[in-house]
């Protein structure tokens, strides 16, 4: 079967930084310090909403729900979502499987590493020049859908029982992303096909994020403030520490994560597909100083080659297209203006 090539991106490869803070645990590397940090604003009754999948498949709950996410797309561009059907059990073998991946011996991780030009695989995302502040994290990354654009010095040569777990977890996570993305198209009252056929055989991967305790926490930035480039991402919180934020109202409002919820935000595609009614929002990443954090962001995008743009159904006298056209490979490579 002939594989199918998929660049997003390249990063020059950067140090470990779990190991740097096993073996340095008081003084941070000036590559890692962020000076002018903005901090966050904790509001009590200020939290992202939450949406229960069950209500929205209910006939009865149904309008209630779907307004409810629909107001969370537009006026937060995140939300969590509860009783999703992706069973516990999964959920914990995920979680387990992660932690036990970062935390194999150097010597075996070294044979997932980046390659130079390439973003695939365990580094950071993104780094242009050997000038560039790095973000106090090590992730591993890599394409999970289609099969064909997986690389072969990557998925297939997951250690087992890891690879058959992120196996069951990426076609759990495609199809909870096609439903969901499916009462997104109603609340928008978008055409049900136009959806099915940007997203039913797009493009799936995953970001592993894991962030070390760091002695100054207020000095580093675990993930640099950004939108996602794609069109919906799917974060699953591995352990219990907070870390994620995101912008509200020129403010930065930590998340508390329910636990098994899965934490939705709307991509740079998705705010395009949507005409600017659903928003990608600024978020960030921050550390702990005595515990390590770990998540998964999962990411689905419409097909490499396909050409995004406002939806016709949204596009009127009234409502002018925001964005032009782009192929789904320009998205890719950096973020897009109006």
Known sequence: MESKVVQLGSSLIVPCVQELAKVNTAAIPPRYIRPHQEQPTIIPSCEIPVVDLQRLLDQESMDSELAKLHLACKDWGFFQLVNHEVSTSLLERVKTDVQDFFNLPMETKKNFW????????????????????????????????????????LFPKLPLPFRDTVEAYSSELKNLAITILGKMAKALKIEAEEVEELFGNGLQSMRMNYYPPCPQPDKVIGLTP???????????????????????????????????????????????ITNGTYRSIEHRATVNSEKERLSIATFLSPDYDSVIGPASSLVTEQTPAMFKKYTSRRVFQGPLCS
């Open 114 to 153: 980046q390659y130079p030009g390439e973003v695939e695989g365990f580094g950071q995302a993104f780094v242009v020049s050997e000038e560039q502040k790095l973000d106090w994290a090590d992730l591993f990354f890599l394409v999970t859908q289609p099969v064909l654009a997986r690389k072969p010095h």
């Open 226 to 272: 950004h939108s996602d480039a794609v069109g919906l991402t799917i974060l699953l919180q591995v352990n219990e520490v907070e870390g994620l934020q995101v912008k509200k109202d020129g403010k930065w409002v930590p998340v508390k994560p329910l636990p098994n919820a899965f934490i939705f935000n709307i991509g740079d595609v998705l705010e395009i």
